[in-house]
């Protein structure tokens, strides 16, 4: 029994799209960070490692709310978009 609601309780959790980011979201965090560099495959790779890890981390609500939160501020400096930046730009190069 117990095995039993691990499995539903897994399939309703990686089949719920609460825990992602919608496409319109996903792109605007891929075109911020891939307009503003050269058009290389370096910089494709390291985008869309940066925005895979936001779309892992937060939903549609919650990167709103981290906005918000983070609004005004040189995003660049916070924590977590720096550990991001490194985790990526190790993965990529």
Do not use: R
Not at 35 to 60: E, L, M, R, V
Not at 72 to 85: A, Q
Request: charged content about 25%.
């Amino acid at each position: 029994m117990k095995k039993v609601f691990i499995l539903i309780f897994a399939s309703f959790f990686l089949a719920n799209p609460l825990f992602a980011l919608s496409n319109d979201f996903w792109n605007a965090i891929f075109n911020g960070c891939y307009s503003g560099s050269d058009k290389t495959q370096f910089w494709k790779s390291y985008c869309t490692c940066y925005t895979d890890k936001f779309d892992a981390k937060y939903n549609n609500e919650q990167i709103i709310i981290f906005l918000e939160a983070t609004e005004g501020t040189d995003l660049s400096k916070h924590p977590l978009v720096k550990k991001f930046s490194k985790e990526c730009f190790d993965k990529v190069s």
